[in-house]
């Protein structure tokens, strides 16, 4: 790929953009994330296809944190050389996210929530990716020990000193995401986004999170609407492949895949054939049904899976009989 690339002219023709929540922010239907896929054990190129086909289909947004890899760090490592290869001309076009909260080097100030912390973290994030800013920076997970008011305003400066334009929250219960919110708020920074997991097979967020980020109008992007792959046709036979996630032994464990899954799965494939879409459009397409889902952030480990999610945005509405149909298949799984 030596060719210099040029960004496709049809990019803003297929994928809506939805405003996240209250704020002036628009993000893609579909995002792309780099926890997979994307670290110093991967293959460039493939990633490099990945992130190009995604660019070229109007996916603006994309998602690191601190510690995405393997080894930590190195998909920032590897997206700060997919700008320098491709992508820097169109900087303006692009909304690129990192975090800090888990475990990233070792002593104190490596972990959790303290300004410390966030702010070494993020200036550490903005040199691999050769950044002077990121779009948008998460806390990415609470921190039961630092005081939530240092952690807020931790954010706060982030913004004030120009290392990030926006601040999200991820993995917050309802009742902490509020107490961050007002906080935020008061601050004069507000919280943009919330970032929760959220598929056909973990719809924990519905009867709290949600109704608080309508409360708040903080915008949401669901995190793993596959459910890692598990809601696609990728195991669908009861083999698993060899290149897939749940091969390369890592956050996505065989074991997983269970027969009580495989058998819902397998009925939500049908039903998704019969609307004509693959089982993975339908899934996304099932998280996109909320209006005030901003965006599903999936990964990618070759350029079809991108193209397919893209398709996904096109899908049509669902009948209220099918809702119910698929509400009585997922239910019996949610953990
Ligand atoms: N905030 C947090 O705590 C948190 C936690 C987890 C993730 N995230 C973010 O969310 C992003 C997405 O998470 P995720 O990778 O778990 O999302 P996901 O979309 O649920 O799973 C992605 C995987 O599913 C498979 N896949 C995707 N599209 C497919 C298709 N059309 N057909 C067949 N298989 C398909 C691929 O696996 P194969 O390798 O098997 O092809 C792909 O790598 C991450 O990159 C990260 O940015 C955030």
């Given at each position: 790929m030596n060719t210099p690339y040029r960004a496709n002219p049809e990019r803003y023709s297929t994928i809506p953009y939805r405003r996240s929540g209250g704020s002036g922010l628009k993000l893609p239907a579909v995002s792309l994330g780099l926890w997979h896929n994307f670290g110093g054990v991967d293959r460039f190129e493939t990633g490099r296809e990945v992130v190009r086909t995604a660019f070229d289909h109007g996916i603006t947004h994309f998602d690191l944190a601190n510690n995405y890899g393997p080894p930590p760090g190195s998909a920032e490592e590897t997206f700060g050389a997919l700008l320098r290869a491709d992508l820097r001309p169109y900087r303006d076009e692009l909304i690129i996210s990192s975090k800090a909260g888990y475990t990233m080097w070792p002593g104190p100030y490596g972990d959790w929530g303290s300004r410390k912390y966030l702010i070494a973290s993020l200036d550490q994030s903005l040199k691999r990716m050769g950044l002077d800013y990121v779009d948008i920076f998460y806390h990415h997970r609470p921190d039961p020990?630092?005081?939530?008011?240092?952690?807020?305003?931790?954010?706060?400066?982030?913004?004030?000193?120009?290392?990030?334009?926006?601040?999200?929250?991820?993995?917050?219960?309802?009742?902490?995401?509020?107490?961050?919110?007002t906080l935020l708020r008061e601050l004069g920074t507000p919280c943009v986004i919330d970032q929760p997991r959220y598929s056909?097979?973990?719809?924990?967020?519905?009867?709290?999170?949600l109704p608080a980020l309508a409360d708040e109008g903080?915008?949401?992007?669901?995190f793993s609407p596959l459910a890692q792959g598990i809601l696609t046709d990728r195991y669908l036979n009861g083999h698993i492949p060899e290149d897939s996630r749940a091969a390369r032994g890592g956050f996505l464990k065989p074991e997983q895949i269970t027969p009580e899954r495989l058998d819902a799965v397998r009925r939500l494939n049908d039903i998704a054939q019969a609307r004509g879409l693959t089982l993975a459009r339908m899934a996304l397409a099932w998280v996109l049904r909320h209006n005030a889902m901003t965006s599903v952030l999936i990964g990618a480990s070759r350029p079809s899976q991108v193209l397919d999610a893209v398709a996904a945005t096109q899908a049509a509405p669902f009948e209220a009989e099918v809702l119910a149909e698929i509400d009585r298949i997922v239910a019996p799984l949610q953990p």
């Amino acid at each position: 790929m030596n060719t210099p690339y040029r960004a496709n002219p049809e990019r803003y023709s297929t994928i809506p953009y939805r405003r996240s929540g209250g704020s002036g922010l628009k993000l893609p239907a579909v995002s792309l994330g780099l926890w997979h896929n994307f670290g110093g054990v991967d293959r460039f190129e493939t990633g490099r296809e990945v992130v190009r086909t995604a660019f070229d289909h109007g996916i603006t947004h994309f998602d690191l944190a601190n510690n995405y890899g393997p080894p930590p760090g190195s998909a920032e490592e590897t997206f700060g050389a997919l700008l320098r290869a491709d992508l820097r001309p169109y900087r303006d076009e692009l909304i690129i996210s990192s975090k800090a909260g888990y475990t990233m080097w070792p002593g104190p100030y490596g972990d959790w929530g303290s300004r410390k912390y966030l702010i070494a973290s993020l200036d550490q994030s903005l040199k691999r990716m050769g950044l002077d800013y990121v779009d948008i920076f998460y806390h990415h997970r609470p921190d039961p020990e630092t005081p939530l008011e240092e952690t807020m305003a931790a954010l706060a400066h982030i913004v004030s000193s120009g290392r990030a334009l926006y601040v999200g929250l991820s993995n917050y219960p309802a009742g902490l995401l509020r107490r961050a919110a007002t906080l935020l708020r008061e601050l004069g920074t507000p919280c943009v986004i919330d970032q929760p997991r959220y598929s056909l097979l973990d719809r924990h967020i519905e009867p709290e999170i949600l109704p608080a980020l309508a409360d708040e109008g903080i915008g949401c992007i669901a995190f793993s609407p596959l459910a890692q792959g598990i809601l696609t046709d990728r195991y669908l036979n009861g083999h698993i492949p060899e290149d897939s996630r749940a091969a390369r032994g890592g956050f996505l464990k065989p074991e997983q895949i269970t027969p009580e899954r495989l058998d819902a799965v397998r009925r939500l494939n049908d039903i998704a054939q019969a609307r004509g879409l693959t089982l993975a459009r339908m899934a996304l397409a099932w998280v996109l049904r909320h209006n005030a889902m901003t965006s599903v952030l999936i990964g990618a480990s070759r350029p079809s899976q991108v193209l397919d999610a893209v398709a996904a945005t096109q899908a049509a509405p669902f009948e209220a009989e099918v809702l119910a149909e698929i509400d009585r298949i997922v239910a019996p799984l949610q953990p």
